[in-house]
């Protein structure tokens, strides 16, 4: 994988990669390079993911400008024709030209080829005076194509000159309607085109998350390199098929079969939405995933999470009790009390533990997965007992509950914490059993536990975090004390302190 390195003398981050060598006339360059402007190593990782998928982006288009023919040719030309025709029209009107000013335009284009030296040089010559306007209507599109499809689309620029020429002044001086060139509609847009570029373009205008965009942006490639980087518009609902069930056989990137699951709401969705997405930007005609699925025994593909019982709480709570590193005393206590997910407890400050009427409570407002999500939670008194409070006014103002330097390339510091916890967690667990989550499974273990206690089901779905169909039957910090007695009836699985 390609990584940021630091500049031996300014120490500023950069991110490179090698073009391959059947790129390289197309591109222009043996490598593509690009300052990250960060001598911050987490921040280079955060810029490096968008530069990267960029260059991804920058060499698929190569690509498909390699297979490009007469019909490629030919509507690019075309659309110098238009433009170019347009562009005539445009300047004779705002300047009055007369017939005279058109015939100069004329013998200034003729006079292209009587500069040539001979009839052998007259080709040379013309694709000198193309070049030009070549690169300029490819630097438009963002199109990347070989030297000699350059060389001959600079001669057709040249008629397409003379045509575009001709037919404005018939229309301008005369009031002719412009004849019908027999040009093909020039090719889709490289963003269109590429199935990075055209993921890249919706990435970036809807505004995808960080991490959403390196795990999509993956797929996209993925499914790029299956297809064999066959451009976007051209992709069919039988091609996602295929895609999907080659998935399911083994064709994913670690060479397994990935479950139903996994390709239904990972890869397909991915698919689908950046399709959806170019359909309704009147980029593409069709979104060729509308409709795909793969089927199969989903309960066999999906885990069933159960939560801990009271004995399997009770063993790995009793353990938290010797651990001097923050997050591993306290995090297991705060999931088994609050029923928070893991990130929620890891994203909170100190400023998020407050209190109201005299019960303590956590406020989860930020970093949280919907807006459901966002609630108080009490804290339980045997949490407490256990000294809890005593450790969160140790922490400085402003500071993390459980400090630490795990931010990733995308900002998340939950990662490393939780992978950590996971695997201390396992280590703990009396009998190792597919069914448990080892963060996860204490929420479950708290709603089982607010059944068992006969808790109301709103209280639960705002213990929870969980959807609520009417908005009146949330809770707020003025509710706090209401929670707190209702979470109360939840026993401690270690008993009294």
């Known amino acids: 994988m390609t990584r940021p390195y630091r500049h031996r003398k300014t120490g500023i981050f950069w991110v490179r990669?090698?073009?391959?060598?059947?790129?390289?006339?197309?591109?222009?360059?043996?490598?593509?390079?690009?300052?990250?402007?960060?001598?911050?190593p987490t921040e280079a990782k955060q810029r490096a993911s968008a530069v990267l998928q960029?260059?991804?982006?920058?060499?698929?288009?190569?690509r498909e400008g390699q297979r490009y023919g007469p019909e490629e040719l030919q509507g690019l030309a075309g659309e110098y024709y238009r433009q170019q025709r347009a562009a005539f029209l445009q300047e004779a009107q705002r300047q009055g030209w007369s017939p005279s000013e058109w015939d100069g335009e004329a013998e200034s284009h003729d006079a292209v080829l009587n500069a040539a030296a001979s009839p052998d040089q007259e080709v040379a010559t013309v694709r000198a005076w193309g070049r030009p306007r070549v690169e300029r209507l490819l630097d438009e599109r963002g199109e990347l194509v070989p030297l000699h499809f350059r060389d001959h689309l600079a001669e057709s620029v040249y008629r397409a000159h003379s045509e575009a020429l001709a037919?404005?002044?018939?229309?301008?001086?005369?009031?002719?309607?412009?004849?019908?060139?027999?040009?093909?509609?020039?090719?889709?847009?490289?963003?269109?085109?590429?199935?990075?570029?055209?993921?890249?373009?919706?990435?970036?205008?809807?505004?995808?998350?960080?991490?959403?965009?390196?795990?999509?942006?993956?797929?996209?490639?993925?499914?790029?390199?299956?297809?064999?980087?066959?451009?976007?518009h051209r992709v069919t609902a039988a091609d996602v098929q295929r895609y999907a069930d080659a998935l399911r056989s083994g064709a994913g990137p670690s060479g397994k079969p990935l479950a139903v699951k996994t390709v239904n709401e990972g890869y397909l969705v991915a698919v689908h939405q950046t399709f959806a997405w170019a359909v309704?930007?009147?980029?593409?005609?069709?979104?060729?995933?509308?409709?795909?699925?793969?089927?199969?025994?989903?309960?066999?593909?999906?885990?069933?999470?159960?939560?801990?019982?009271?004995?399997?709480?009770?063993?790995?709570?009793?353990?938290?009790?010797?651990?001097?590193?923050?997050?591993?005393?306290?995090?297991?206590?705060?999931?088994?009390?609050?029923?928070?997910?893991?990130?929620?407890?890891?994203?909170?400050?100190?400023?998020?533990?407050?209190?109201?009427?005299?019960?303590?409570?956590?406020?989860?407002?930020?970093?949280?997965?919907?807006?459901?999500?966002?609630?108080?939670?009490?804290?339980?008194?045997?949490?407490?007992?256990?000294?809890?409070?005593?450790?969160?006014?140790?922490?400085?103002?402003?500071?993390?509950?459980?400090?630490?330097?795990?931010?990733?390339?995308?900002?998340?510091?939950?990662?490393?914490?939780?992978?950590?916890?996971?695997?201390?967690?396992n280590k703990r667990t009396p009998v190792a059993d597919a069914a448990l989550s080892p963060n996860h499974s204490f929420r479950h273990r708290l709603i089982s536990e607010c059944r068992r206690a006969g808790i109301d089901g709103d209280q639960q779905r705002q213990l929870a975090g969980h959807y609520f169909q009417d908005e009146h039957a949330r809770y707020g910090p003025g509710e706090v004390p209401t929670l707190s007695e209702a979470l109360e009836r939840i026993p401690s699985p270690l008993g009294s302190p």
């Open 17 to 40: 990669k090698a073009v391959p060598a059947a790129l390289r006339e197309t591109v222009g360059r043996r490598e593509l390079k690009e300052s990250l402007r960060t001598r911050d």
């Open 54 to 62: 960029r260059f991804e982006a920058i060499l698929a288009a190569a």
């Open 167 to 232: 037919d404005a002044a018939g229309e301008h001086l005369h009031f002719r309607e412009p004849p019908r060139r027999e040009y093909p509609e020039p090719p889709p847009s490289p963003e269109v085109r590429s199935l990075s570029g055209l993921f890249e373009r919706y990435a970036e205008c809807q505004g995808v998350h960080p991490r959403t965009r390196t795990d999509w942006g993956k797929r996209l490639q993925h499914f790029e390199a299956w297809l064999e980087h066959k451009p976007a």
């Open 280 to 425: 309704k930007r009147g980029l593409l005609a069709t979104n060729p995933a509308q409709g795909v699925s793969v089927e199969g025994d989903r309960g066999k593909s999906r885990r069933k999470v159960r939560g801990y019982s009271r004995e399997e709480a009770a063993c790995i709570l009793a353990a938290a009790r010797g651990e001097s590193v923050a997050y591993k005393r306290w995090v297991p206590w705060l999931l088994a009390f609050t029923g928070a997910r893991i990130g929620e407890i890891l994203w909170r400050t100190k400023a998020d533990v407050q209190h109201t009427e005299g019960v303590y409570y956590l406020d989860i407002r930020e970093q949280v997965k919907n807006q459901s999500s966002v609630r108080c939670v009490p804290l339980h008194s045997a949490l407490i007992a256990e000294g809890f409070l005593e450790y969160w006014r140790s922490l400085p103002d402003g500071e993390y509950l459980f400090p630490g330097e795990w931010s990733d390339q995308h900002g998340d510091r939950t990662k490393t914490p939780a992978n950590r916890l996971r695997d201390w967690i």
